[in-house]
């Protein structure tokens, strides 16, 4: 009985050990790939025309869904009504590739809600994960009014623009306005994070 035992302990480890490695290498490949399309992205800071071929148009999302296209996967979207900052929020969102909480990954995207005056409670900006920061400040890439450039957003600290030490810990999404009280770093207008990457096909 105990040779019985020890022989089937023997085969549950054989079967475990033969199934490891695909899913080792399934996750090996998929940070690689992220890793490209931050790279990609990343060749195009401080740049405000992102003629590519025809993969890009010179905003927040068309950057983000320019990268992905522009190295062979295919974004098929729905249409929304709205800018297509929301429409990409509410395919992800029918897909269940949205998420609130949590460490992001790199390509996933940041979605914002009401980063300009007259937005409406609707997603109006996004951007995409470069890194994440021992101190939890996610570092993005997205197109601002300067073309492509960092972002910093901390959602430890949402209403912190610099730590004690000077550090930027969110960085100014919306222009302040006179008189204008409400929120203007990226912490107070992050909405949710989406999984761009699971979601397309190549």
Avoid: Q, W
């Avoid at 995207?109 to 997603?123: A, E, P």
């Amino acid at each position: 009985m105990r040779f019985l035992t020890i022989a089937f302990f023997l085969l549950l480890l054989f079967v475990f050990s033969c199934a490891a490695p695909p899913v080792r290498e399934e996750i090996r490949e998929d940070g690689r790939m992220r890793g490209e399309i931050v790279a990609e992205g990343e060749a195009y800071l401080g740049r405000t025309d992102l003629d590519g071929g025809g993969h890009f148009r010179n905003d927040c999302s068309g950057y983000v869904i320019g990268l992905y296209r522009s190295l062979g996967y295919r974004v098929e979207l729905t249409e929304y009504r709205g800018s297509e900052s929301e429409s990409l929020y509410r395919n992800l969102s029918a897909r269940r590739r949205i998420y609130y909480r949590g460490v992001p990954r790199r390509a996933d995207i940041v979605f914002f809600r009401n980063t300009v005056y007259g937005g409406g409670d609707r997603v109006t900006h996004v951007g995409m994960v470069y890194e994440v920061l021992e101190n939890g400040t996610v570092v993005l890439l997205h197109y601002g009014s300067r073309g492509v450039a960092k972002l910093r957003m901390n959602l430890i600290h949402p209403r912190t623009h610099k730590a004690e030490n000077g550090e930027v810990l969110n960085d100014f999404l919306r222009r302040k306005k006179p008189g204008y009280r409400g929120p203007v770093l990226a912490g107070e207008l992050f909405h949710c994070y989406g999984d761009l990457y699971g979601y397309v096909t190549r």
